[in-house]
């Protein structure tokens, strides 16, 4: 099989975990050049939640329906964006230049107050914990930096 014909079956599979997050409102940034227009100047003013995306199965389970549910909250970020690891590399890799001195880790989320960290959940904040707790987590952050 080509090469091009497994990157199509990839994308196929992957795409209803990226509309799991876009359908609610988080912008993908696919490429670098995306990443850093998004994380500089005026468009990193305010609160940020970045969702480091992931085709694993807590992803599935659990992040991106806490993210969901997070944002039923009386209190968001300003600002709302993903990036796919595995799937969107150099795009991923560009984002957690932003996420100083913290480990890579996917699926994970990470608010950005005027562009530097202020939280993040990292994949052992998320695996094996409920959907509740996660979303509460979160809720908890934007109360704090939203």
Same mark, same amino acid.
């Given at each position: /099989?080509?090469?091009? *014909? &497994?990157?199509?079956? /990839? ?12 359908? @609610? $409102?988080? +912008? ?10 998004? *994380? ?16 694993? $199965?807590?992803?599935? $389970? =659990? ?8 944002? +039923?909250?009386? +209190? ?7 990036? *796919?690891? $595995? ?23 990470? @608010?950005?107050?005027?562009?530097? =960290? ?7 904040? @998320? ?6 707790? @996660?979303?509460?987590? =979160?809720?908890?952050? &934007?109360? +704090? &930096?939203?």
């Amino acid at each position: /099989m080509s090469q091009n *014909f &497994y990157f199509q079956q /990839m994308q196929m599979m992957v795409q209803p975990m990226r509309d799991e997050l876009t359908r @609610i $409102g988080v +912008k993908e940034l696919r490429t670098p050049e995306e990443v850093q227009e998004t *994380f500089q100047g005026e468009a990193a003013k305010g609160t940020s939640l970045v969702v480091v995306n992931s085709v694993c $199965g807590c992803a599935a $389970g =659990l992040a991106r329906p806490a993210v969901a549910e997070s944002l +039923k909250h009386e +209190k968001t970020p300003d600002h709302l964006y993903t990036v *796919f690891a $595995g799937q969107d590399k150099e795009a991923t890799a560009e984002a957690r230049q932003y996420f100083e001195g913290q480990p890579p880790s996917s699926p994970s989320f990470v @608010i950005l107050k005027d562009g530097k =960290l202020v939280h993040m959940v990292h994949r052992h904040e @998320i695996e094996g914990v409920s959907l509740e707790e @996660i979303a509460a987590n =979160l809720t908890n952050a &934007y109360n +704090k &930096y939203c």
